[in-house]
């Protein structure tokens, strides 16, 4: 990347898309709660939780109606991959 403080895109993995078309089938309401989450991971990612040393993170989302996921993600100087989708109480306490 050439600057650093360029946002870097978000990219959904098969996976994540899936569970999106699962989980939140109401793609409005998704891409509504996506907009915090993308201003914030796009800018700068580390500033989920990280779960592993392999470089997992963690963020949470939460809906309009009260429903609280987790998205797990990677990152590199380029991108933030979007890797799955979880219905997660453990991690919206945070």
């Given amino acids: 990347m050439d600057d650093p403080n360029s946002p870097r895109p978000l990219i ?3 996976r994540f898309t899936k569970e999106r078309e699962r989980f939140a089938p109401d793609a409005r309401r998704f891409d509504d709660a996506m907009r ?9 990612p580390e500033n989920g ?10 963020t949470c ?12 993600y990677t990152f590199d100087d380029e991108k933030v991959v979007l890797e799955s989708l979880r219905p997660d109480r453990i991690l919206s306490d945070l």
């Fill in 49 to 58: 939780i990280r779960i592993s040393r392999g470089g997992l993170y963690a």
């Fill in 61 to 72: 989302i939460t809906f309009s109606d009260g429903r609280t996921f987790a998205i797990y």
């Fill in 12 to 14: 959904e993995s098969p």
């Fill in 36 to 44: 915090a989450i993308d201003l914030r991971l796009s800018r700068d």
